[in-house]
């Protein structure tokens, strides 16, 4: 005869979860349902008075040039960010995992940059590029390129995908490291004694075996291009010059809370995020399918 086991039903699970759903449901599924709300509102600067319009938020920003512009804007700043974080954290990861003396020091020093602040990261590009007093437009002045990312957006636009990148390298950085440290070290040996150089060792047997948080980080960066990149756009450029960094994160900004359309900024907030909820349903439906666990 089966016996079966009671277990008497305790609180203390749901107290121990409540903290999260409290600040889930205040953080994120309030102000997300606000947003969906005030996406179909004309409201005046001042949110004296509001019209229901149903659709029309959206229909104009899909027939606006500049929001159009600001889409296909986001679109190479995001890749251009993931390729070039994820790119150079594989790299300094894969020196930093044969490093026997100071390894510590080493691997603390690329962790750095990470506990700085958006904003503080971008003040440091700015005092770094500075076409009056930085070092680097003085050294390329020297070689006769004239750099001024006031003035020249394409400049602009490569400046703040190198600070964001950098900004996010270290967190990247971290997730290599240890994903190439759980490998075993046998494998890589029985690689080696079958006579494979280190560069056929790492794309033949290490790369593949970290592919699970390669595809972790390509959501993480994706996510972090689209959102958390405003305070370093917003302290190098301010979206300028021209609105040639001015990407949806930052024109929900400008529109809402300069230009006062209120209506408009949140129709574009609720496309920013259904744009990365269906980006990232993406990657785990057809993406996740090449990776190998």
């Given at each position: ?176 490291l240890a994903a190439m440290q759980s490998i075993p070290r046998s494998v890589i040996e029985a690689a080696a004694i079958d006579g494979a150089g280190p560069v056929r060792r790492f794309f033949d047997v290490i790369f593949p075996l970290i592919s699970p948080t390669t595809f972790f ?77």
């Amino acid at each position: 005869m089966l016996k079966r086991v009671h277990f008497p039903s305790s609180p203390l699970p749901y107290l121990l979860v409540a903290p999260q759903i409290i600040i889930t449901v205040i953080f994120f599924l309030w102000p997300a349902s606000q947003a969906v709300y005030q996406s179909f509102l004309i409201e005046d600067a001042f949110g004296l008075s509001t019209e229901f319009v149903w659709f029309e938020n959206f229909q104009v920003l899909l027939q606006d040039p500049l929001y159009l512009d600001a889409f296909g804007r986001t679109i190479f700043f995001s890749v251009s960010v993931a390729v070039l974080s994820m790119g150079s954290a594989l790299i300094l990861a894969a020196f930093a995992d044969r490093i026997v003396r100071g390894a510590t020091a080493y691997r603390t020093l690329l962790i750095w940059p990470y506990a700085i602040a958006p904003v503080l990261a971008g003040a440091l590009w700015v005092f770094m590029f500075n076409p009056t007093v930085g070092i680097f437009p003085f050294v390329l002045d020297m070689v006769g390129y004239e750099w001024n990312h006031y003035l020249n957006g394409s400049q602009a636009m490569l400046l703040v995908v190198v600070a964001a990148a950098w900004k996010q390298i270290a967190y990247n950085f971290l997730f290599y490291l240890a994903a190439m440290q759980s490998i075993p070290r046998s494998v890589i040996e029985a690689a080696a004694i079958d006579g494979a150089g280190p560069v056929r060792r790492f794309f033949d047997v290490i790369f593949p075996l970290i592919s699970p948080t390669t595809f972790f980080l390509l959501v993480i960066n994706a996510v972090y291009a689209f959102f958390d990149t405003f305070g370093i756009i917003h302290a190098v450029t301010q979206g300028g010059p021209a609105n040639s960094t001015t990407i949806l994160v930052y024109k929900v900004f400008n529109d809402g809370f300069v230009g006062l359309d209120l209506g408009g900024s949140a129709a574009q907030s609720v496309i920013l995020m259904v744009l990365v909820i269906a980006m990232t349903v993406v990657q785990f439906r057809y993406v996740e399918r090449k990776v190998e666990y």
